[in-house]
């Protein structure tokens, strides 16, 4: 009785309404549902939000109709998500405002796009139960397409909303962030199926059993410290819009020796954020022999900074850099995953445009993820900036490091969502590869994660200052670090042969 009340309820909202209002409602869930990542975490906008999307979907009289809805919805969920992007555009002295309105445009259109097409996908099932389970398959599969196409974007990802929660986070050691999401949508979007209420109660089933499961997983694991490894995370907060001014390096550069210098007798590797250094290591020796002060005796200095890759033509790479206590460059890593229209201008010679980073040539990319060899360190798996983003892609499956190392510089997205779901990406990638994550940031979150998604020390946003603490010890490898992505790709198909079968039976709400 209640959920034929529920359903006609909805039914009478969704079919008085002209079709631009409901488009303008699905935007406005789409918006609140963008609550449900870091750093608030509101889940049930989402679930509402995936509920109502799912009971339209199976509303006859609305029909294919429901391909703009999900658009609409998907457009709301990118730009109330994604609009700390345009922070970027106003650190240059607003040299680029001017673009907002069209990020802002490009970011509904882009999410958007991947809300409509599984909705498309899955209006050619025609009852309500393969509708769901094929919508759900084909919106993670997009979610997949979402990773590499263009280079790839997959940020914000829907497993990542819970992030909050350990217990359940332990899932993505098994089927990953992608594998997640389909659990999460197929859970969120039951809500819709007013008369298959079993549905709903078999997902929350299946919930509650990962949730005990994870749990118990954290509950019996170890939570070693690597012994004799101390680490200095360095906090600098330099505003984005001095980080390149040259009559600030100076400045710049003692802050950050400052910090690494203090009570620093048990400290055995000082780590400064992405391109921290305001001077070329290789070819500024007065520089780079300050970099001495920075450690104690016998101490590690690991570092962004811009690498010259050739002088004559100009250039660049951005890179981690490691040093000894006597300022020698012990090795080096280049970025491999550039920020289109930041570190690079895809279609240049098409594209009449400068990038963001105030640096003339285009940055050199380097050959991808890898395992270095740091002194009196476990070996270390090294990402800069966004390429924590990318699941499955992280390590170097053939030399399997003992813990990640994130350098980034949140500090173009100012005091926003964006550095806290950067954040949240991070845990995600250690849980799926089973390996603590640490991540040194200009303006924070700055943190240490251990192999099970949790935070065991932070320093907070917007903070300046430095965050002590051990390393913690490697976990066995995962299920998703051995297999990858073949796992939650398996699963999709899966449940696309069980939307097959049960699309046979023609019936319809």
């Known amino acids: 009785m209640t959920q034929f009340v529920m359903r006609s309820f909805f039914k009478k909202i969704f079919e008085k309404h002209s079709f631009l209002k409901k488009n303008m409602l699905l935007f406005l869930l789409g918006y609140l549902s963008s609550f449900s990542f870091a750093p608030y975490f509101y889940i049930p906008f989402l679930i509402v939000g995936l509920?109502?999307?799912?009971?339209?979907?199976?509303?006859?009289?609305?029909?294919?109709?429901?391909?703009?809805?999900?658009?609409?919805?998907?457009?709301?969920?990118?730009?109330?998500?994604?609009?700390w992007i345009c922070n970027a555009l106003l650190v240059d002295g607003g040299a680029y405002q001017f673009l907002i309105p069209i990020v802002l445009v490009g970011l509904a259109l882009f999410m958007g796009l991947f809300f409509m097409l599984p909705a498309l996908c899955s209006s050619f099932f025609k009852t309500p139960v393969s509708r769901w389970l094929s919508f759900g398959a084909f919106f993670v599969f997009f979610e997949w397409v979402r990773s590499w196409l263009f280079t790839g974007f997959p940020w914000n990802l829907i497993g990542n909303i819970w992030t909050f929660s350990p217990p359940v986070l332990q899932t993505a050691s098994l089927v990953g962030v992608y594998g997640l999401s389909l659990?999460?949508?197929?859970?969120?979007?039951?809500?819709?199926?007013?008369?298959?209420?079993?549905?709903?109660?078999?997902?929350?089933?299946?919930?509650?059993?990962?949730?005990?499961?994870?749990?118990?997983?954290?509950?019996?694991?170890?939570?070693?410290?690597?012994?004799?490894?101390?680490?200095?995370?360095?906090?600098?907060?330099?505003?984005q819009s001095l980080k390149w001014d040259p009559l600030r390096a100076e400045e710049n550069f003692s802050t950050l020796i400052s910090l690494s210098r203090q009570n620093n007798d048990k400290i055995t590797h000082v780590i400064w954020p992405e391109s921290a250094m305001p001077y070329y290591p290789e070819i500024d020796e007065a520089a780079r022999l300050r970099l001495m002060s920075a450690v104690r005796q016998g101490g590690t200095l690991l570092t962004g900074a811009l690498r010259v890759v050739d002088l004559k033509k100009r250039q660049l790479a951005n890179s981690l850099f490691v040093f000894d206590h006597l300022s020698n460059i012990q090795g080096y890593y280049?970025?491999?995953?550039?920020?289109?229209?930041?570190?690079?201008?895809?279609?240049?010679?098409?594209?009449?445009?400068?990038?963001i980073v105030p640096i003339p040539s285009d940055f050199n990319k380097g050959k991808g993820v890898r395992t270095m060899y740091i002194p009196k360190a476990p070996p270390v798996s090294p990402l800069i900036c966004y390429e924590v983003i990318f699941p499955s892609e992280v390590v170097d499956k053939s030399k399997r490091p003992e813990w990640i190392l994130n350098l980034t510089n949140d500090g173009w997205y100012g005091i926003s969502a964006g550095p806290y779901q950067h954040l949240s990406i991070a845990q995600m990638r250690a849980v799926e590869e089973g390996l603590p994550l640490v991540r040194a940031t200009n303006n924070g979150v700055s943190a240490v994660i251990n192999p099970y998604g949790e935070i065991i020390a932070s320093l907070p946003l917007g903070e300046k200052g430095v965050l002590d603490s051990p390393l913690p010890r490697a976990g066995k490898k995962t299920f998703y670090s051995i297999y990858g992505n073949k796992i939650p790709l398996t699963l999709i198909l899966i449940i696309l042969i069980i939307a097959f079968t049960k699309n046979r039976q023609r019936k319809n709400i």
């Open 334 to 355: 280049d970025k491999s995953h550039l920020v289109p229209f930041g570190e690079y201008v895809p279609f240049r010679k098409v594209l009449k445009i400068d990038k």
């Open 51 to 83: 509920g109502v999307l799912m009971f339209l979907m199976n509303l006859e009289t609305l029909k294919k109709k429901t391909t703009f809805l999900a658009f609409a919805f998907g457009a709301g969920l990118g730009v109330g998500s994604l609009n």
């Open 183 to 239: 659990l999460t949508v197929l859970l969120f979007s039951s809500v819709g199926l007013f008369p298959k209420k079993r549905y709903f109660v078999v997902s929350f089933f299946v919930f509650g059993i990962l949730f005990l499961g994870g749990a118990f997983h954290i509950y019996e694991s170890p939570k070693e410290m690597v012994w004799g490894v101390q680490l200095r995370l360095v906090q600098p907060n330099i505003a």
